[in-house]
């Protein structure tokens, strides 16, 4: 199989701190991990394209330092929401891919983030 | 700018209905195109479509893609309440980064 886990399934912190997210490939070793945000029915906007041992690739209007992404190892991506505000507030979902340049998008169940 | 659009954005059937869901699109270089299925959490992979006019069955679903008018579509028959759902398109661009293109989705609901 090709299993996608987050941790943590939700979470809801105060405006002003930080929240980490975990994106873990199971089951296979993956070269890219992709960070998408989605609000209530609406699709998924992807924010970060992130390979293993460097630097993630944010899109268009996605705040680098707001939005951290760490690739350390080729099971493991975080995403850290810095100083979170209300707006904030989202579904996070990561994906994995095994190739480099696959269509094959394994995603990982989902992070909702509450801000207060 | 790449574009990947649904229609319609909601639908509500009754049990036992055929629906047909659309998704055009306008990519610089196109690859493939993909549907999936999100039921509260994340999405399951549906279909992979490459090449135009071959139709993809799984069951009760089907898609076909049609590279020329630049769209496809994905049917789904005899409708059950567990068909209720989000059903994204996304288009996969001939890059190689790997980055799929989400359209907004369309929201279907099927009443008993």
């Known amino acids: 199989g090709a299993v996608v886990s987050q941790h943590p399934s939700r979470v809801i912190c105060k405006s002003g701190t930080s929240v980490k997210i975990e994106c873990r490939s199971l089951d296979f070793q993956a070269t890219t991990m992709f960070w998408y945000r989605q609000f209530p029915k609406q699709s998924l906007m992807l924010m970060a394209t992130s390979n293993e041992g460097s630097k993630a690739t944010y899109e268009q209007g996605v705040e680098k330092d707001k939005f951290l992404i760490n690739h350390a190892s080729l099971t493991l991506s975080t995403l850290t929401v810095t100083s979170a505000h209300p707006e904030d507030s989202s579904f996070y979902i990561c994906s994995a891919t095994r190739q480099f340049g696959s269509y094959e998008q394994y995603f990982g169940p989902g992070t909702r983030l509450t801000v207060t | 700018e790449d574009k990947v659009v649904q229609s319609p954005l909601s639908l509500v059937v009754h049990e036992g209905d055929t629906v047909t869901l659309n998704c055009s699109y306008e990519v610089t270089n196109f690859r493939s195109l993909l549907w999936y299925k999100q039921e509260k959490k994340a999405p399951t992979f549906l279909f992979m479509l490459t090449s135009s006019g071959i139709e993809k069955k799984s069951g009760r679903l089907s898609s076909i893609l049609d590279k020329k008018e630049l769209f496809s579509i994905l049917n789904i028959t005899a409708t059950q309440t567990g068909d209720s759902a989000v059903y994204l398109c996304?288009?996969?661009?001939?890059?190689?980064?790997?980055?799929?293109?989400f359209g907004q989705g369309t929201t279907l609901q099927v009443k008993p």
């Open positions: 996304a288009v996969f661009p001939s890059s190689n980064t790997g980055k799929l293109i």
